[in-house]
């Protein structure tokens, strides 16, 4: 095994390099943050989560097991590390989260593959089946991001798109390469690309998830299942809510309400949390987002009212999943996690910016600085304590604890 020193090689909305103590020190970072909370009362003990490997599936995985002593089960598709090229930023994730788990005693489970085919699903039963307490799970969260599916049914790849809906989408945009706010320009979707766009986003594989688990009998009495959202304000509608993606959330509802009736049966439920902004791989590539995440920032740090995904997820549990608390909803029938973000003095304050923000004022009307650090924060770069200069070794096994 060689070891090389790591930089971080930015491109567009993505890193092609990845730091393992980098990513290792953030995992404490969010362990320390939960730790740092009470205990959950009433809390998951047996958790599946469908993309467990970064952003709110990843602080879901720590807040239940750092805040419940919950043993947990992931599954993502994550790149393992080769001589002398990193691993992606989700398989040091998990690799670090596993070796965190084992040092305090929790059993973690670790699944790599394709979570939309159809083996998988046989895969994750029987290893709850074995290995999990009770052999069932009492918690389901779903939080798969990916740009393509493959239909188990038909064999038939999908691929998402991120274009508006109905006609052309013209707004002011944050080129975060070269920190330049400038204008973007979106042709409007075609009613493939909605379709396509929603088979891979939408809730049909969630639903499958579900009704796989519930026929292998590995839900518990009373289980729960959460996907995660976003609505986000009406300067982002057209390329989001009212766009592929929103079409493909409305699907993830649908479907929501469908898996409650299921659970139900079985005194569980299902529900969609809609979260607040935070800065991740994903949301890094809509145009229109970086530019008002870094205005939001700035704002709600002003505030005291800034969250990272671990806060979020940690405040979810804490104040309504569990400690004996009801959840509470919208009038769509949706748990808001984005309450902070979409106050009406937060929302005011940011787009009172939005016209004076320019590629000149950026540092004075916005947080770039903050969306810098998040963002490379993903990557495992920019922590403290970590000597960025050594050489690190590339390969580390992902142990089940």
Request: overall charge negative; glycine content about 10%; aromatic content about 8%.
């Given at each position: 095994?060689?070891?090389?020193?790591?930089?971080?090689?930015?491109?567009?909305?993505?890193?092609?390099?990845?730091?393992?103590?980098?990513?290792?020190?953030?995992?404490?970072?969010?362990?320390?943050?939960?730790?740092?909370?009470?205990?959950?009362?009433?809390?998951?003990?047996?958790?599946?989560?469908?993309?467990?490997?970064?952003?709110?599936?990843?602080?879901?995985?720590?807040?239940?097991?750092?805040?419940?002593?919950?043993?947990?089960?992931?599954?993502?598709?994550?790149?393992?590390?080769?001589?002398?090229?990193?691993?992606?930023?989700?398989?040091?994730?998990?690799?670090?989260?596993?070796?965190?788990?084992?040092?305090?005693?929790?059993?973690?489970?670790?699944?790599?593959?394709?979570?939309?085919?159809?083996?998988?699903?046989?895969?994750?039963?029987?290893?709850?089946?074995?290995?999990?307490?009770?052999?069932?799970?009492?918690?389901?969260?779903?939080?798969?991001?990916?740009?393509?599916?493959?239909?188990?049914?038909?064999?038939?790849?999908?691929?998402?798109?991120?274009?508006?809906?109905?006609?052309?989408?013209?707004?002011?945009?944050?080129?975060?390469?070269?920190?330049?706010?400038?204008?973007?320009?979106?042709?409007?979707?075609?009613?493939?690309?909605?379709?396509?766009?929603?088979?891979?986003?939408?809730?049909?594989?969630?639903?499958?998830?579900?009704?796989?688990?519930?026929?292998?009998?590995?839900?518990?009495?009373?289980?729960?299942?959460?996907?995660?959202?976003?609505?986000?304000?009406?300067?982002?509608?057209?390329?989001?809510?009212?766009?592929?993606?929103?079409?493909?959330?409305?699907?993830?509802?649908?479907?929501?309400?469908?898996?409650?009736?299921?659970?139900?049966?079985?005194?569980?439920?299902?529900?969609?949390?809609v979260n607040k902004a935070v800065v991740t791989q994903a949301s890094s590539a809509i145009p229109v987002v970086p530019l008002y995440i870094s205005l939001l920032f700035k704002?709600?740090?002003?505030?005291?009212?800034?969250?990272?995904?671990?806060?979020?997820?940690?405040?979810?549990?804490?104040?309504?999943?569990?400690?004996?608390?009801?959840?509470?909803?919208?009038?769509?029938?949706?748990?808001?996690?984005?309450?902070?973000?979409?106050?009406?003095?937060?929302?005011?304050?940011?787009?009172?910016?939005?016209?004076?923000?320019?590629?000149?004022?950026?540092?004075?009307?916005?947080?770039?600085?903050?969306?810098?650090?998040?963002?490379?924060?993903?990557?495992?770069?920019?922590?403290?304590?970590?000597?960025?200069?050594?050489?690190?070794?590339?390969?580390?096994?992902?142990?089940?604890?």
């Open positions: 095994m060689s070891q090389v020193v790591l930089k971080p090689r930015v491109r567009g909305f993505i890193c092609l390099t990845a730091h393992p103590e980098g990513c290792a020190a953030h995992i404490r970072e969010q362990i320390a943050h939960v730790k740092s909370r009470p205990p959950l009362k009433g809390g998951p003990k047996s958790v599946l989560v469908l993309g467990c490997s970064t952003g709110y599936g990843l602080a879901s995985r720590i807040s239940a097991a750092f805040g419940s002593g919950a043993a947990t089960l992931g599954v993502a598709f994550e790149r393992p590390g080769e001589a002398d090229k990193p691993a992606s930023p989700g398989w040091y994730n998990t690799a670090a989260f596993h070796d965190e788990a084992r040092k305090a005693g929790l059993k973690a489970f670790y699944l790599n593959g394709d979570a939309f085919s159809n083996e998988m699903k046989v895969q994750v039963a029987e290893l709850i089946k074995s290995r999990m307490p009770g052999g069932k799970v009492d918690l389901v969260v779903y939080s798969l991001a990916s740009p393509r599916r493959t239909d188990p049914k038909t064999g038939e790849t999908h691929k998402s798109v991120l274009k508006p809906v109905g006609q052309a989408f013209h707004a002011k945009n944050l080129d975060t390469d070269r920190k330049v706010v400038n204008e973007v320009s979106l042709e409007a979707a075609t009613p493939e690309d909605v379709a396509n766009t929603v088979k891979v986003m939408g809730g049909e594989d969630w639903e499958l998830w579900m009704e796989a688990l519930d026929a292998a009998g590995v839900l518990a009495e009373g289980a729960q299942t959460v996907a995660y959202s976003y609505i986000g304000p009406q300067v982002t509608w057209p390329i989001y809510k009212d766009g592929t993606i929103g079409k493909a959330k409305e699907d993830l509802e649908k479907a929501g309400a469908r898996i409650d009736a299921l659970l139900k049966l079985r005194r569980g439920r299902a529900f969609v949390s704002v709600m740090k002003a505030k005291g009212t800034h969250e990272g995904c671990v806060e979020q997820i940690q405040r979810l549990f804490e104040r309504q999943m569990y400690n004996g608390n009801a959840l509470e909803f919208d009038d769509a029938g949706r748990v808001r996690l984005d309450d902070w973000e979409m106050a009406t003095d937060v929302q005011k304050a940011v787009f009172d910016l939005w016209p004076k923000v320019t590629t000149e004022t950026l540092d004075a009307h916005g947080d770039f600085a903050g969306y810098q650090t998040d963002f490379l924060k993903l990557f495992g770069f920019g922590l403290a304590g970590v000597d960025y200069e050594a050489p690190t070794e590339t390969e580390r096994p992902i142990a089940d604890a």
